[in-house]
């Protein structure tokens, strides 16, 4: 589950980066961040520690920020400050004494998340909602429905690939506990993101002469 994860992920930024014509790429990519929304759902569920779990989200978001900025946008938020506001929310969420209590606080993170320039934006919250509250038939069809939205209001056609993980993770749960078995130590998959965007920046400047200067005032922009 790690590898696939990390392998269509680096597709999908190579195929943004270099090859931006091609969608095949992108395509692929597709599948890398509802397993992510998922391993998050689950490090929630199952952490020792939400407050530690929280922290180290930060770190990795802090780390990986000027290697996203440098390698993909120059004027975002890396995706590991979407998911770590995702699940700032979830842990507010389990505070609360009945569930739609918690509905305010979604609509709020929702606008919120919609107006800083993060990667996914407010769609990364929703998708780990659908997976912490839904499962099976009902967790692809949020899923799909979520990006039946997508696509009509932000035409996000390639987000409709996505979908693939979530069929195999609500319809096929023996085979996703036998991938799950198949864990990477802890520092390779916590170090990827940051340690891959850095790489690929590397390569983009030394290579191919492509310097970017980083937005800051857009970093801090509603």
Not at 58 to 75: K, S, W
Not at 159 to 185: D, N
Request: include cysteine; charge should be positive; aromatic fraction near 18%.
């Amino acid at each position: 589950m790690q590898i696939i994860a990390m392998l269509t992920m680096l597709i999908d930024h190579i195929g943004y980066i270099f090859f931006p014509g091609e969608l095949a790429w992108r395509f692929v990519g597709r599948i890398a961040f509802p397993i992510y929304c998922y391993a998050l759902v689950q490090g929630h569920i199952h952490t020792s520690s939400r407050p530690r779990y929280l922290r180290r989200l930060l770190v990795i978001a802090l780390l990986a920020q000027i290697p996203y900025n440098l390698a993909l946008d120059p004027g975002g938020w890396n995706v590991v400050f979407t998911l770590l506001l995702s699940a700032a929310v979830l842990t507010l969420l389990d505070k609360l004494p009945k569930l739609w209590y918690g509905i305010p606080v979604v609509i709020l993170a929702v606008l919120l998340m919609d107006l800083l320039p993060l990667d996914y934006n407010a769609y990364g919250l929703l998708l780990v909602l659908i997976f912490r509250y839904t499962r099976s038939y009902w967790l692809v069809l949020a899923h799909f429905a979520l990006n039946v939205f997508y696509l009509f209001y932000y035409n996000w056609l390639v987000q409709m690939a996505s979908i693939v993980p979530t069929l195999l993770i609500a319809l096929t749960p023996g085979f996703w506990i036998l991938l799950e078995r198949k864990r990477l130590p802890r520092w390779v998959w916590w170090s990827f993101y940051p340690a891959h965007l850095a790489v690929l920046a590397l390569v983009k400047i030394l290579f191919f002469q492509d310097w970017v200067s980083i937005e800051w005032r857009s970093l801090f922009t509603l």
